[in-house]
C-alpha cells in the first residue's frame, strides 16, 4: 500500500517515486530531513555521502546513463554551497540533475535564521530553473516540472528549494509557529499572532487533498526535414566526410544502441568524445582513435553531432574553411558558437543521425580508400604509443599499465576519469566497451567528479565493473567517499595514477616559469586511507607486479569489496606539448 501523504516531504518523495527515482544522493541536514525518510519509506534508496558535490555528481551520472534526471538532496545554506562546482559541471556537461535544497522556515527567511542565506543569487546562474517554494501544495507540481524542465531542450539542472517549514505536518507546524508567537496581550504581540496565523494559513491553503503525481511527456526536439535533406546531400557529394559525434548526441540515453547501428549504417569515419565515447564499442572500423585534427583537416565535409566549436575544435579551426560544416545541436547558439556552419540541424543530434541514414543509403556511398587513409594514420599513431609503453624505469610506466588495464578490464566495464596527464593518457588508450561505459567531467574539466560519477554509475549499471581512473592530486577530492562506497556496498575500482605531483600543470609551468611551486605532491600512501575505511588497498612499485594487482582488485571487487589500486608511475612525455585553455 501507499504510504500516507501527511506532509510536505512526503509529497515530494510520491513525486519522486512517481518519475521512477530509485536513488537520492544526499548529505543530512535537519532542514530535509523529511524529504529523505519519506523517500525511503517509498523504496528508494538514500546513498548519504561525505561531500555535498558528491551526491550531485553521483546524480550526474545518473542522468547521463539513464537519460532520467537523477536527484541529489542537501541542506540549506553550506550544504546548498557546496554543490555549486558540481552542478555548475552538470550545467556545462547539459545534465539533467535535479538538486532539491532546504531553506530556513518560511516566515523567518531574511531574519537571521540558522544557515538561512539567500538562495537564489548563489544557485540560478547554474540552473535551467531555480524554483522556491512558498506552500505546500506546490511541492509536488514542482518535482513533476523539474523533471520535465531538465529534461526538455538542451538539459540541464533544475533546482527546488524546499523550505523546512512546508516539509513537515500541519499540526506540528501550527505548534510551532502558536509557540513563536507567544501569548501576549500587547498590541504588537497579538499582531504577530495574528500574521503567524495567516501566514501558515497560506502556507497549508488548498492543501488537504494531494492529487496524484503528473507525468509530462517531453518530446526530443527534432531538426527541421529541410536539414536533415540537405545534411544527406552534403555527404552524399563529399569525398571525405567525417563524422563527430559528442556528448550531447547521447541525451536520449535509451536511444544509444539505435543511434550506434545508425552510425554504423552511414559508414563515414568517425570521431567519439565525451559521453559518446564507446559508442560502437571496442573494435569499430570506423571509429578512429588518433590524429584528429589531421583528419578534420584533410575531411571536406564535417558533421559536428553534439559538439560545439570550443577549445577541443581549437574554436572551429580544425575544420578548413572549404569544409562543408553541417553542425546538428539541440542549442542553436551552440551550433553557431565560433563558426556558422554551412548547415545547421537544430534538435537532437543523435535523432539526426539515425535520420540521415535513409537519404544516404539511397545515394549509395562508400568511401573505403578514404577510411583506409584515416585508418592507418589512426593505427601509426598506435604503434608509437605501443613504443612509448615500452621503455621501463624503476616504476611503472603509465602508458603500460593502462595497455595491461585494457587488456584486463571486463566486457562490462564502465570507466570514470578523474584527473590531468594520466586521465587523458586513459582517453587513448582505454577502449570503452559499450555505448555509456565513459564517463568524464566535459567542458568544465572539474577535477574531483571521480568517486561521485562511480557511485551513480555503479548503481545505475548493477553488475558493471566500475573503474576510477584518478590522478593522485585529482583522487584527494573524493578519496573520502571510500566511506561511502564500504558502507552501501559498491564495489568500484580505483586506480590512482601516483607520479606525485599535478603533472599536468607542472609539465608546462616548470617549461614556461622554471618553478614547481605548488604542483609538487609525494607518493602518498593512498591505498592506506582506502584501506582504513575498510576497502581493499593495493600498492604497485613495479611493472611486474601489474598483473596480479589488477586480478586481485577485479576478483575483490566481485566479491563485493571497493578497491583502491595506488600505482607509482614512471615519468613519460607522452603528454609533452599539449596544453588546454
Ligand atoms: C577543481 C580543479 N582545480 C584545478 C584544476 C587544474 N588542473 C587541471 S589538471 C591538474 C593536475 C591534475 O593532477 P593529477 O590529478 O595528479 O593528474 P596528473 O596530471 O598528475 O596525471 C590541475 C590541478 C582543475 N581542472 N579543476
Ligand atoms: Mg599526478
Redesign the pocket.
Known amino acids: 500500500m501507499e504510504p500516507m501523504v501527511t506532509h510536505g516531504g512526503e509529497r515530494v518523495a510520491a513525486a519522486l517515486a512517481a518519475h521512477g527515482v530509485r536513488y537520492v544522493f544526499t548529505l543530512c541536514g535537519g532542514h530535509i530531513s523529511p524529504i529523505l525518510t519519506a523517500a525511503r519509506a517509498r523504496g528508494m534508496r538514500i546513498i548519504d555521502v561525505r561531500d555535498e558535490a558528491t551526491a550531485v555528481f553521483a546524480a550526474d551520472a545518473v542522468a547521463r546513463l539513464t537519460g532520467v534526471p537523477g536527484v541529489a538532496a542537501v541542506t540549506a545554506g553550506p550544504g546548498i554551497s557546496n554543490t555549486i562546482t558540481a552542478l555548475k559541471n552538470a550545467q556545462l556537461a547539459q545534465s539533467p540533475v535535479i538538486l532539491l535544497g532546504g531553506a530556513a522556515p518560511t516566515a523567518l527567511q531574511g531574519r537571521g535564521a540558522l544557515q538561512d542565506i539567500d538562495q537564489r543569487p548563489l544557485v540560478a546562474p547554474h540552473v535551467k530553473l531555480f524554483r522556491k517554494i512558498r506552500r505546500v501544495r506546490d511541492l509536488g507540481p514542482a518535482v513533476e516540472e523539474a523533471f520535465a524542465v531538465a529534461r526538455a531542450g538542451v538539459p540541464g539542472p533544475v533546482f527546488i528549494e524546499c523550505p523546512v517549514d512546508l516539509l513537515y505536518d500541519e499540526a506540528s507546524i501550527r505548534q510551532w509557529y502558536a509557540a513563536a508567537a507567544g501569548k501576549g496581550r500587547s498590541i504588537p504581540e497579538r499582531l504577530l499572532r495574528f500574521y503567524l496565523n495567516r501566514h501558515v494559513a497560506k502556507m497549508f491553503a488548498g492543501g488537504a487533498g494531494s492529487a496524484p503525481p503528473q507525468l509530462r511527456e517531453v518530446a526530443a526536439p527534432a531538426a527541421a526535414a529541410a536539414s536533415v535533406a540537405a545534411a544527406g546531400a552534403a555527404l552524399a557529394r563529399a569525398e571525405r566526410p567525417l563524422l563527430v559525434i559528442g556528448s550531447q548526441a547521447l541525451a536520449l540515453a535509451a536511444a544509444a544502441p539505435r543511434i550506434a547501428a545508425a552510425v554504423e549504417q552511414l559508414g563515414i569515419p568517425v570521431y567519439l568524445s565525451g559521453m559518446a565515447r564507446g559508442l560502437l564499442g571496442r573494435d569499430s572500423a570506423l571509429q578512429m582513435r588518433h590524429q584528429r585534427r589531421a583528419a578534420l583537416r584533410e575531411s571536406d565535409c564535417v558533421v559536428l553531432a553534439g559538439v560545439p566549436c570550443d577549445f577541443r575544435l581549437d574554436y572551429g579551426r580544425h575544420v578548413r574553411r572549404s569544409a562543408t560544416l553541417i553542425a546538428a545541436n539541440r542549442s542553436a547558439r551552440q551550433a553557431r558558437m565560433n563558426r556558422r556552419p554551412d548547415i545547421a540541424a537544430i534538435g537532437d543530434a543523435g535523432l539526426f543521425l539515425e535520420r540521415l541514414v535513409a537519404p544516404l543509403a539511397q545515394a549509395g556511398r562508400r568511401w573505403s580508400s578514404w577510411i583506409e587513409e584515416v585508418r592507418t594514420r589512426d593505427l601509426k599513431r598506435e604503434t608509437e604509443i605501443e613504443a612509448q609503453a615500452r621503455p621501463q624505469n624503476a616504476h611503472v610506466n603509465p602508458l603500460a599499465f593502462l595497455r595491461a588495464l585494457e587488456q584486463e578490464a571486463g566486457e562490462n566495464a564502465l570507466m570514470v576519469a578523474d584527473?590531468?596527464?594520466?586521465?587523458a593518457a586513459a582517453s587513448y588508450i582505454l577502449h570503452p566497451r559499450s555505448p555509456l561505459s565513459w564517463l568524464d567531467p566535459g567542458v568544465f574539466?572539474?577535477?574531483?567528479v571521480g568517486a561521485g560519477f562511480a557511485l551513480g554509475a555503479a548503481l545505475s549499471r548493477p553488475g558493471s565493473e566500475v573503474w576510477i581512473i584518478y590522478?593522485?592530486?585529482?583522487c584527494g577530492y573524493s578519496l573520502i567517499e571510500f566511506d561511502t562506497f564500504v558502507r552501501h556496498g559498491v564495489p568500484v575500482i580505483a586506480v590512482v595514477?601516483n607520479?606525485a605531483?599535478?603533472?599536468?600543470?607542472a609539465r608546462e609551468q616548470v617549461k614556461m616559469l622554471h618553478d614547481d611551486v605548488g604542483t609538487v605532491l609525494a607518493r602518498t600512501a593512498y591505498h592506506e586511507v582506502a584501506a582504513g575505511f575498510g576497502a581493499e588497498g593495493i600498492l604497485v612499485t613495479t611493472t611486474a607486479e601489474v598483473p596480479a594487482a589488477l586480478a586481485q582488485a577485479r576478483a575483490a571487487a566481485r566479491a563485493g569489496k571497493p578497491v583502491l589500486i595506488n600505482v607509482w608511475l614512471d615519468k613519460t612525455d607522452f603528454r609533452e606539448g599539449s596544453i588546454s585553455m
Request: hydrophobic share 30%; no cysteine.
Open positions: 584527473g590531468g596527464d594520466f586521465a574539466g572539474t577535477l574531483g590522478g593522485d592530486g585529482a595514477g607520479d605531483g599535478w603533472t599536468q600543470i
